[in-house]
């Protein structure tokens, strides 16, 4: 974009800046057709020597003077109307120009211009179109005073900043989009920077599902994967249990009937280890939601149980089928973040803490890393993790602010109802209609919007578009950004490195910027592809990928990062649970040890010596 670069002091009545020796067919247009949008500018391709000037080109911004204000457009496209062209004498040509709003001088002598997005003279015939000044164009791009962050400079002209009001970003949700390769993830990482710089009370939680963005945010973040995890599964609800237990198949109603009727009762023998049969009623009631503690051990005595009853001879296959999941959910390494002997005792408060940083000490980001995790389990802990963020956020009235960011939302939030996990799309949708009511904000990334599902993406009233090649793609952009700003998205196949489109309340008007750069050490996934790279005569480790494709731990007992180790023979409702382990005598009968109960502290209250 061409910009009067010279310093210039309000003038409310004379607009020309020209050199009085310049000839102004040289810089200068005239308005030759306008309608309500658009509008049309007769012009000259080069001067009267014949030298092409190149001073109308698509995507700069121009100023049509109408006196008392001026109108801003965009040039969309150029043409001549032959089609032809002539080295001898003047080309003249067809400037189309899409209208954006208008600038109106401040009511005070030197005061700064006034952008309006509205138009309310709109330009006559013969019109003067010159190229716009840099104070037309910072008043176009003013923010008027909002909450304020710099994520790069407008493309146009890289001597001014590009401001977004990071609280309307955040309170109304965001999302960035572009094809592979872009910078979307050098966006995201440099958007997080600046918003923990101007919101100090902001927590940030971000689904990670290719590990990289720790590597970025070394300062502010914590990793969580699923070595490090503690997810108890009494914190499930039933259908995201479910999820876990049929491993993303098709659940079986039976078996889910017989669960919704069992595991309020192993919770209730947890609590009452004394107690006969559970009645639900009361304000008491337990049930297959309530996140209350339960061992898996009791949940396997109530199917037992079910399964010895005369009247249930019917349901025994069913019964016999739930148990053989649970047992071998239960025994599976990949699972031991639900189902490790020390969570079965109440530790919601450093679960919930530890992920969503309460308190933060200096760290306000958790990076939730998804890579090693088992795809078939991937749904319900993110289903888990949005539920726990809106409540959270709910109850703490308004004092917790929390950001919930889905990297690759399009795998958690898919346009087709019938992929993906119900409960997921339903705790994100719920984040996305009413969490900025209580401080739960939501981001998006993804690269195919078009795959996203466009309830969610409607909720979402700021958007960073970088290049979209996909038709389908860009058409979702193209129905959610303002009819008067729609030639912008003809730029969305041919943008650069790191350029974006912003639209929408956290910017004052649709407008073409180019991200900052990082430092190369802070790129998202630069620490991962160094360490993956290869050094000439290195020969590839397959017995250290063997192992962790098995995933197999070495030793019984794994050092967690979110809680103190204890003996993996001890659970909670064994006497001495929480004092270092003790010389046991070995045991002579065959009693099955995999939940680490025996016979003579089965069921027993936990008792503090």
């Not at 198949?249 to 039976?254: L, V």
């Not at 000439?536 to 103190?564: C, Y």
């Amino acid at each position: 974009m061409y910009v009067e670069r010279e310093a210039s002091v309000g003038e409310p009545t004379s607009q020309e800046r020209r050199d009085a020796e310049q000839n102004d067919k040289r810089i200068l247009g005239n308005v030759v057709q306008c309608d309500g949008a658009r509008a049309t500018i007769s012009a000259y391709a080069n001067d009267a020597d014949g030298a092409v000037t190149g001073l109308w080109t698509v995507g700069k911004m121009i100023s049509i003077n109408l006196g008392s204000t001026r109108t801003v457009g965009l040039v969309y496209a150029i043409g001549k109307s032959d089609r032809a062209w002539s080295n001898e004498g003047q080309n003249a040509i067809e400037v189309s120009i899409e209208l954006i709003g208008e600038v109106r001088d401040g009511a005070e002598p030197g005061g700064k211009p006034v952008f309006d997005r509205g138009i309310t003279t709109y330009p006559h015939i013969g019109a003067v179109a010159h190229r716009i000044r840099t104070r037309d164009l910072q008043a176009v791009y003013d923010l008027a005073g909002r909450h304020s962050i710099t994520i790069g400079t407008l493309a146009q002209d890289e001597t001014i900043a590009a401001n977004i009001a990071i609280d309307d970003t955040l309170a109304r949700h965001f999302a960035i989009v572009g094809t592979t390769g872009v910078g979307k993830s050098t966006a995201v990482s440099l958007l997080l920077r600046k918003s923990i710089a101007a919101r100090p009370d902001l927590r940030i939680l971000i689904l990670d599902p290719h590990n990289e963005f720790a590597a970025s945010l070394p300062e502010y973040c914590v990793r969580v994967d699923s070595k490090t995890l503690d997810l108890p599964f009494w914190m499930f609800k039933l259908e995201e249990f479910a999820e876990v237990l049929f491993r993303g198949r098709e659940t079986e109603p039976e078996e889910i009937d017989a669960l919704r009727d069992l595991i309020p009762a192993a919770k209730n023998l947890y609590r009452n280890p004394n107690s006969g049969s559970y009645i639900r009623r009361g304000s008491d009631a337990l049930t297959a939601d309530t996140p209350v503690p339960y061992r898996i051990a009791d949940l396997l005595k109530q199917i037992d149980e079910r399964m010895g009853m005369l009247e249930s001879k019917t349901d025994r296959p069913t019964l016999k089928s739930l148990k053989t999941r649970i047992e071998s959910a239960a025994a599976d390494p990949r699972y031991r973040f639900m189902f490790n002997s020390r969570l079965i005792e109440d530790t919601i408060h450093e679960t919930i803490g530890n992920i969503f940083r309460v308190p933060h000490h200096g760290r306000p980001v958790t990076c939730f890393e998804m890579a090693g995790m088992p795809s078939e389990v991937v749904n319900s802990v993110c289903s888990v993790l949005a539920r726990l963020a809106f409540d959270l956020a709910l109850w703490s009235e308004g004092k917790l602010q929390l950001l919930f960011l889905c990297e690759e939302a399009h795998r958690y939030m898919p346009a087709d109802p019938r992929l993906g996990f119900a409960p997921t799309r339903h705790a994100l949708s719920r984040i996305a209609k009413e969490g900025r009511k209580y401080g739960c904000y939501l981001g998006v990334v993804t690269q195919r919007p078009g795959e996203l599902d466009p309830t969610i993406l409607s909720q979402c009233s700021t958007f960073f578009a970088m290049r979209l090649a996909n038709e389908q793609d860009q058409a979702i952009i193209r129905s959610a950004i303002a009819d008067s700003s729609a030639s912008t998205l003809a730029f969305l196949s041919s943008m650069g490195q790191r350029e974006a489109i912003a639209f929408g309340e956290g910017v004052a008007t649709t407008m073409r910027l180019k991200v900052e750069k990082l430092p190369s050490d802070l790129l998202p996934g630069t620490a991962k592809r160094e360490e993956a790279t290869s050094k000439p005569g290195d020969d590839v480790d397959l017995v250290a990928i063997v192992e962790r494709l098995r995933n197999v731990p070495k030793s019984t007992q794994q050092a967690m990062a979110f809680a103190e180790v204890v003996d993996s023979g001890r659970q909670a409702g064994d006497p001495d649970y929480r004092k270092p382990p003790a010389a046991r005598a070995p045991s002579d009968d065959d009693f099955d040890m995999r939940y680490g109960l025996k016979p003579a502290t089965f069921g027993l209250r936990p008792q503090n010596d």
